[in-house]
């Protein structure tokens, strides 16, 4: 396939690309692109959710996100390798970390589709969700999230992202400097006063004296 010829076929399915004559060639923007898609550089969380077929490059958008939730009717099938081209979007780093080196290439050489709860159960799924009661059962979720203070969401993420790379008393390090972090932020302080008094946490509202 031509260079002109694949980026007209990207940009048909919706992929921006940067298409080079030499195969190697990888562009630092591109690099960039597909960190900040994968949730690294964003301290927000960043949640999949999919209700039906999950394919090609929304494959690669699905894993990268830090939790990945599934209705129980929903599909996953990998890019197909048919077309000489190697499953993108970060797969190479997220899908062998999921569910490991040998299922990644059976899964993406035979371009299989995947149930929900078979996707879940080699772990590209973190849980699924009964269709019956999928929107209750995400609102509830995003509910829940959204009432936990920030700053809080955020250390825990970076949390979970590094600790295959430290040992225990790094992270026990890390969590005694979380903490102090937590501690001094308004919006810990205004979580404790709701968790206290039994009612909704109010992060909306500036702090007496702020500038309105």
């Given at each position: 396939?031509?260079?002109?010829?694949?980026?007209?076929?990207?940009?048909?399915?919706?992929?921006?690309?940067?298409?080079?004559?030499?195969?190697?060639?990888?562009?630092?923007?591109?690099?960039?692109?597909?960190?900040?898609?994968?949730?690294?550089?964003?301290?927000?969380?960043?949640?999949?959710?999919?209700?039906?077929?999950?394919?090609?490059?929304?494959?690669?958008?699905?894993?990268?996100?830090?939790?990945?939730?599934?209705?129980?009717?929903?599909?996953?099938?990998?890019?197909?390798?048919?077309?000489?081209?190697?499953?993108?979007?970060?797969?190479?780093?997220?899908?062998?970390?999921?569910?490991?080196?040998?299922?990644?290439?059976?899964?993406?050489?035979?371009?299989?589709?995947?149930?929900?709860?078979?996707?879940?159960?080699?772990?590209?799924?973190?849980?699924?969700?009964?269709?019956?009661?999928?929107?209750?059962?995400?609102?509830?979720?995003?509910?829940?999230?959204?009432?936990?203070?920030?700053?809080?969401?955020?250390?825990?993420?970076?949390?979970a992202q590094q600790a295959p790379q430290l040992d225990l008393t790094s992270m026990l390090a890390y969590e005694y400097e979380a903490q102090q972090q937590c501690w001094t932020s308004r919006e810990t302080t205004e979580?404790?006063?709701?968790?206290?008094?039994?009612?909704?946490?109010?992060?909306?509202?500036?702090?007496?004296?702020?500038?309105?």
């Amino acid at each position: 396939m031509s260079a002109e010829k694949l980026r007209e076929y990207l940009l048909t399915h919706g992929v921006p690309y940067e298409v080079h004559e030499h195969p190697l060639a990888y562009t630092t923007s591109r690099v960039a692109e597909v960190e900040h898609v994968s949730g690294k550089e964003i301290a927000k969380p960043v949640i999949a959710a999919a209700r039906g077929p999950v394919r090609e490059s929304g494959f690669g958008f699905f894993l990268a996100a830090d939790v990945r939730l599934a209705s129980s009717t929903a599909t996953f099938t990998p890019p197909d390798m048919r077309r000489g081209l190697l499953p993108d979007w970060g797969l190479s780093a997220t899908l062998p970390r999921l569910i490991g080196p040998g299922r990644t290439l059976e899964l993406i050489w035979s371009h299989r589709t995947l149930s929900a709860r078979e996707a879940e159960r080699v772990g590209l799924v973190d849980r699924v969700i009964d269709d019956a009661v999928w929107e209750e059962e995400l609102a509830a979720f995003v509910l829940n999230l959204s009432s936990i203070p920030q700053p809080a969401v955020r250390l825990t993420k970076l949390a979970a992202q590094q600790a295959p790379q430290l040992d225990l008393t790094s992270m026990l390090a890390y969590e005694y400097e979380a903490q102090q972090q937590c501690w001094t932020s308004r919006e810990t302080t205004e979580g404790m006063a709701a968790f206290l008094a039994d009612r909704n946490p109010d992060f909306d509202s500036p702090e007496p004296g702020d500038d309105i």
